[in-house]
């Protein structure tokens, strides 16, 4: 088991990049992180990686061994799951990821219970906003709200979210209700955008008569935080674009007003993603089911306000 250990702490430094985010990634230290290398290094009689002072790049032989020690540890996984299908019972690690206010809202309260359900199953939660490398991170199952590109990851519908333009009444009696879409540009009202690195949507798609339009609106500051958004919209400073389930309490009680009801955002997809072989373990099947259920089940309730 210590030679499996060395070569998994081997093969996270390799996708990390160095020791200390694959020792974070294992939950060891970076000390320990590298005399396992030096171990395995050791034991295999050549340098696996050239040491530079902001990472790790594999050599030649690290490179080579990289391909196989990869294929083992899946093997293995991959064996384990079947011997957990077989069993009935699944245990191990799963490493998910949502955003942040997806996270807070729907996901991690469900953590506890899906643990007091299957408690042999051990959850990672990783709440961010930024679009994280799944494969990379390693991560099983990834919650997202928007459209998913990747081709290498597989995904599971959860269900269509309907977003809604909304702003305070401080700041739509200061600058005027927009009633026309083309009054956000025109007028130069306030769009406050999530942006982060790798983001897709820099504009606003509206559902128009003649079918979905987009808009180029602009702010004067954005964020990578959806809940910061969502804070600076009640404070009066500008229009958001959101799942309506994420802003519908403050509708209620009249913090928020929807506008352009008319033509609202084009909805947005709820989703798991995962890479290929992860739907093989029991224990994704068995988180998958249950977040999905879960989710739907929530969302119905704010939207119903429960």
Known sequence: MAYLDNIAVFVRVVELGNLSAAGRDMRISPAVASNRIKELEKHLGVRLFNRTTRQLMPTEHGTVFYTGAKQVLDAITEAEAAVAALSGQ?????????PLGLGRRLI????????????DIEVRLRLSDHNVDIMKEGIDVAFRLGIIEDSSLRMRGIMECER???????????RGEPVEPQELIGKKHDCLMLRYSGTREYV???QM???????????????????????WALSGRGIINKPRFEVEPFIRDQRLKVILAKTPPTPVQLAAVYPHKK????????????????????IKDILAGK
């Open 108 to 119: 991690a309260s469900g953590i506890p219970d899906f643990h007091d359900k299957y408690p």
């Open 279 to 298: 739907l093989q373990d029991p224990k994704v099947r068995l988180l998958l089911d249950f977040m999905a259920d879960r989710c739907q089940r929530l």
């Open 204 to 206: 606003w798609t509206l």
């Open 164 to 174: 809604v333009l909304v702003a305070a009444p401080k700041y739509l009696e200061a």
């Open 90 to 98: 699944p245990r191990g690690t799963i490493k998910v990821t949502a």
């Open 209 to 231: 008569p003649g079918g979905p339009q987009k808009f180029e609106v602009h702010g004067p500051y954005d964020t990578d935080d959806g809940d910061v958004l969502t804070g």
